[in-house]
């Protein structure tokens, strides 16, 4: 199961290369203004989880502030970000969502209003393998909230993985596929109030 895993995260990671036009070592500026601009963007994705296993689902982006993972069967597991606050629904629990503020998580760096890595402190690696860009960053007040690793590939510029490390230690790798930016996404697929109403019908 495990060579299965690694297999399958490496043709993933291959094909995303694979379709990198003429490839460039990205800037932090450049980063950060694809960032502004992405307003609204939907499309599949893979997560590896830190136990190794995979799942799949849809993701929502509405910046500033919101997300929405939504994991395919047999999963029923839900995470959304809205209000300031991150919500993950487990159907496990009877107790309703586990809560935490976003701006005590890493996904809150690429979710703010605006964004900026050219901020002193906030990125603490960037690397270049000939293909994609590797962007460490963290809040540079909170380092202890844990950070984000973002993949960008150029020409244009995309988001195509991030790897999430959060105040545990814990990793998790989210590969997006065929993310689509711009459109109209509704504001409703981000209420977690009536999702908490929902959840349990």
């Known amino acids: 199961m495990t060579k299965r895993i690694l297999y399958i995260a490496l043709a993933m990671v291959l094909a995303i290369y694979a379709g990198a036009a003429s490839a460039q070592q990205l800037t932090l500026g450049q980063v950060s203004q694809y960032l502004n ?9 893979t997560q590896i989880n ?5 799942s799949t689902g849809q993701i929502y982006i509405k910046r500033p502030g919101r997300i929405r993972f939504e994991y395919n069967p047999p999963e029923r597991s839900l995470v959304l970000a809205a209000g300031g ?5 487990d159907p496990r629990s009877n107790t309703g969502p586990d809560r935490y503020p976003l701006n005590q998580t890493p996904l809150s760096i690429i979710l703010r209003r605006d964004v900026d890595l050219t901020n002193e402190r906030m990125v603490t690696n960037q690397t270049y393998d000939g293909t994609a860009t ?3 960053a963290q809040d540079p007040d909170n380092p202890e909230y844990g950070n984000i690793q973002m993949v960008f590939t150029a020409n244009p510029v995309e988001l195509r993985q991030w790897i999430v490390t959060d105040d545990l230690g814990t990793q998790t790798t ?3 596929n065929d993310l689509v930016s711009g459109g109209q996404i509704g504001d409703t697929l981000f209420n977690i109030r009536a999702e908490m109403r929902n959840w349990n019908n």
């Open 85 to 89: 606050q991150l919500a993950i629904f």
């Open 174 to 176: 989210v590969i997006l």
């Open 50 to 54: 830190s136990d190794g296993t995979l």
């Open 37 to 45: 601009q992405l307003q609204t963007a939907q499309g599949g994705f």
């Open 134 to 136: 590797t962007i460490t």
